[in-house]
């Protein structure tokens, strides 16, 4: 399908955010002055027989889609636009914020992007090669959809740019490090709204020492001390730290080694299996969802829960020695925010940290979820991705606009 039809009205109304994956765009829609989104949702299962799209209003009742046609990402930003015309027919955009995966080593902002800029985000391509090109896919869709509209890229990277060089370096040859094979971390723009809302609700605890623990299908925690990321589980890829639904986490680069000269495998098929067959998959051979492994009944979904359980408290304890010390532990992420039992099995061996949780709280997904008495605070914020781009978008493009 060709692209979306430009959209030409008046600029200055609504701010769109966009996180394109392989085979999805989840989209958001904000007033150009407001936090709250007046419109949610994502395209599903792009480029498949089975794909959907489902948008939700400001007040989380769904909103009607007709005909959604998404064999392409072009097509499913042309089916969101539609449904958001039919509410908001002059839809009239300030700027189009997207999450981009990899920034490399010279983004540590937001940025306006420019044909320069897109062709640096294409050379991190071999960076990130199941997330980068997707990301891209959906810039160039919203610029056809929405020309002379500022595209703002806000990166996944970003938030640990100042990592202390040791948390940023591997032990290879300096020469590598200077082509850019360094410890770049993930997740940031969860980290980001995570650290801004301790800020806002727990003030002292946020100049402290806080684990913040990104779970989910894709998983990663990040030492933040005094707001600012010192050290994360993921490094030059998504694939390092945690396991996660599919991805394998932490491994030995010798096993790489073995899957090449013993297996044979050539770098695609390895690549296949370490992002797309690994993780909780992998180790259960039942799902890589946490709520399908948690109800099952095979001992390999156990197996694989304790496996996840070990490797997070194994981590909670090498962010905390990254700091010398934790104030506070942050769940947050599909499986933070929502899964009562991995939190509880998480805290339980990490009583020597100070950590003690209260059970009814955790059972009510409260805000603080630890004892009164604990020494280190456990609590649980939901992320919020959407509203950091859009918040960034906003404030990159009166930027622009004031410095054209």
Known sequence: MNAPEPIHTRPGQFVLTLNAGSSSLKVALYASGGDTPLVSGIADRIGGADGILKLKDGAGQPMPVHGAQLDSHESALAAV??????????????????????????????????????????????FAPLHQPHNLRGIRAAMAAFPGVPQVACFDTAFHRQHP???????????????????????????????????QRAPGLSSGCVVVAHL?????????????????????????????G?????????????????KGMSAGHISDLLYKQSGLLGLSGVSNDMRTLEASPAPEAAEAIDYFVFRCQREVGAMAAAMGGIDALVFCGGIGENSRLIRQRICERLAWMGIELDHQRNAANAFVVSTETARTTVLVIPTNEELVI???????????????
């Open 165 to 199: 060089w040791v948390n940023d370096a591997f032990a290879l040859p300096r020469a590598l490090y200077a082509e850019g094979v360094r410890r770049y971390g993930f997740h940031g723009l969860s980290y980001e709204y995570v650290s801004g809302a301790l800020a």
């Open 81 to 126: 636009i539609d449904a958001l015309r039919r509410d908001f027919p002059a839809l009239a955009l300030v700027a189009v914020g997207h999450r981009v995966v990899h920034g490399g080593a010279r983004y540590a902002e937001p940025l306006v992007l420019d044909d320069a800029a897109l062709e640096y985000l294409e050379s991190l391509v071999p």
């Open 216 to 244: 989910g299908n894709g998983a990663s925690m990040c030492a933040v001390q005094n707001g600012r990321s010192v050290a994360s589980t993921m490094g030059f890829s998504a694939l390092d730290g945690l396991p996660m």
């Open 246 to 262: 599919t991805r394998c986490g932490q491994l030995d680069p010798g096993v790489l080694l073995y899957l090449m000269d013993q």
């Open 390 to 404: 859009a918040r960034a978008a906003r404030a990159a493009a009166l930027t622009a606009e004031a410095n054209p």
